[in-house]
């Protein structure tokens, strides 16, 4: 099954209470935009309804079955695809230790400002990329994306000054943009929303894969001899390449949703719908319901979510440029404070993984967010009172800051398992990544040139942002629970009977539906 697939279209429940009758008059240009529906929640309920008719029993066997078939097939393409998206973002930091800002003319803070490039593309590109997302087959934008930032990737060895640079590294920002909302709205489309969580942070595990290969293709690229073009130039060469073949890959075979993933059958794609029908929020929706885009602005608990994504994005917008040259601020010659930067992407798998468990348990996705905290606010610590002569010390503190990366993906999940509503989650999901990027961009601001190596002022204000991210999080767990509370003294049930299942494909945001419950 297509996501074209043309399918009887019903008046929906969210379109019945604000009055909308799925017959329209005739409409000029925006406005069928604004109305243009999508069959895939009709599609869902039809495929929901048919798995109805199975034994439950049987059903829950199979989607033990299907699980493992989307585990071993779909999580694989999204994890090498996230690995290369942030291995095109890491070239910079690796080509700056061979030469790069000598050879571009870079001069006072013209480095952190392209460093910062890519941040503006992506603010440019994430709200566009939201409203997209919501409308296209999702493998085959991600699929066509990967083709085009191979390209522009390869084109950054051509520039030769820091205006090529900044133009270079915006449009790959513009276009990378797409690849986190996509993987979020995906898993939230594949997996139920225990699951989320772990496979979430399996995928993004994948950078601190990235920044072991991506510092070992430095180093590599830092012993060759006799090559006719500058060092850092063979970087972006290699993972520009990379991720122009992969793209093949990914047109082929990654799957839009649970209606059309090529490795289930007919009656595998039905068990995966009914799998995810306790999500409560349906597969996709693209109509555009402007009263949900007021509801997420009158939410206080999105605007928690928002200021979440800004800490978040200085956080990593620091670590991710300026890690690097940190270490190399230790003494370190350029070739090792490249392979110096390998064992830190295997502190961040190591911590996905286990806070990605731990999310799995009951009520502990805020817990698990505030305790990946904890190693980077024990490294920054130690990178402001360690004696400089301890370098090796210093160096390993600046691994602890690896571990950002658990806490990062299990807050990109919140409004995948929080927010239902597609077009109040797209608001959500498009407001906090242009949030998430302004963040990236004040991140490496925060690094004076004057205070090498050790940064006193860049590393205090990410203590601060750190303390305040965990403080955020407590309170907005909080509130979830407390509105839990409220709906379960209501008599609301928890765990949806069929009729309620079937709801969750009618487009209710998490207010309107009073049998939906926020994970804590």
């Not at 061979?98 to 001069?107: E, P, V």
């Not at 996509?182 to 772990?198: G, H, N, P, Y």
């Not at 500058?230 to 060469?237: E, G, N, S, V």
Request: with cysteine.
């Amino acid at each position: 099954m297509s996501e074209k697939e043309k399918v009887p279209v019903s008046e929906s429940a969210a379109d019945s209470e604000r009055g909308v009758s799925s017959v329209l008059p005739k409409q000029n240009a925006f406005q069928r935009l604004l109305h243009r529906r999508n069959d895939l929640n009709e599609l869902g309920k039809g495929m929901l309804e048919q798995s109805l008719q199975y034994d439950r029993a049987q059903l829950e066997a199979d989607a033990v079955k299907v699980r493992w078939k989307l585990d071993l097939m779909v999580l694989p393409m999204m994890m090498c695809t996230y690995m290369l998206s942030f291995l095109d973002k890491q070239t910079l930091n690796y080509s700056n230790a061979y030469g790069l800002q000598a050879d571009t003319n870079m001069k006072g803070d013209n480095y952190s400002w392209v460093a910062s490039a890519l941040y503006f593309g992506w603010l440019c590109g994430a709200w566009p990329w939201n409203l997209l997302l919501q409308r296209v087959a999702i493998g085959k934008l991600v699929g066509g994306m990967l083709f085009v930032w191979g390209i522009v990737c390869m084109l950054q060895a051509t520039v030769f000054n820091f205006g090529g640079f900044f133009a270079a590294r915006f449009f790959l920002g513009m276009l990378e943009g797409c690849i986190s909302p996509a993987w979020v709205i995906l898993t939230s489309m594949l997996w139920t929303r225990r699951e989320q969580t772990m496979r979430s942070s399996v995928w993004l595990c994948t950078n601190g894969v990235s920044n072991i290969l991506g510092a070992l293709l430095a180093y590599g690229s830092g012993v060759a001899e006799g090559l006719t073009i500058a060092q850092w130039k063979l970087i972006f060469l290699i993972v520009g390449a990379l991720t122009f073949v992969w793209g093949f890959v990914i047109v082929l075979y990654l799957p839009d949703g649970p209606h059309n993933a090529k490795m289930l059958n007919e009656y595998e794609r039905v068990v995966a719908v009914w799998r995810i029908s306790n999500n409560q929020i349906g597969l996709k929706d693209s109509t555009i319901r402007p009263y949900q885009i007021k509801e997420a602005l009158l939410d206080g608990k999105c605007y928690l979510l928002w200021m979440n994504a800004i800490a978040l994005g200085i956080l990593n917008g620091a670590v991710t440029n300026f890690m690097s040259a940190i270490i190399k601020g230790f003494n370190f010659d350029a070739l090792r404070a490249s392979l110096m930067q390998a064992p830190g992407g295997a502190f961040e798998v190591v911590g996905c993984l286990i806070l990605g468990y731990v999310s799995q348990r009951p009520n502990m996705v805020g817990a698990a967010i505030v305790l990946g905290c904890l190693p980077g606010i024990a490294g920054l610590v130690g990178i402001l009172t360690i004696n400089i002569e301890n370098r090796y010390a210093l160096v390993a503190m600046c691994w602890l800051q690896n571990v950002l990366g658990s806490p990062i993906v299990l807050s990109w999940t919140i409004p995948g398992l929080n927010v239902a509503g597609h077009t109040k989650r797209s608001t959500v999901m498009g407001i906090y990544f242009v949030c998430y990027v302004v963040g990236n961009i004040i991140g490496p601001h925060l690094f004076l040139s004057s205070e090498v190596p050790r940064y006193p002022t860049a590393i205090k204000g990410l203590l601060g942002t750190y303390c305040a991210m965990a403080l955020i999080q407590g309170v907005y767990t909080l509130w979830c629970w407390r509105d839990n509370k409220k709906r379960d003294r209501l008599g609301m049930h928890a765990e949806a009977l069929e009729e309620e299942l079937l709801e969750g494909f009618d487009d209710l945001t998490d207010r309107q539906n009073k049998h939906f419950r926020y994970k804590l």
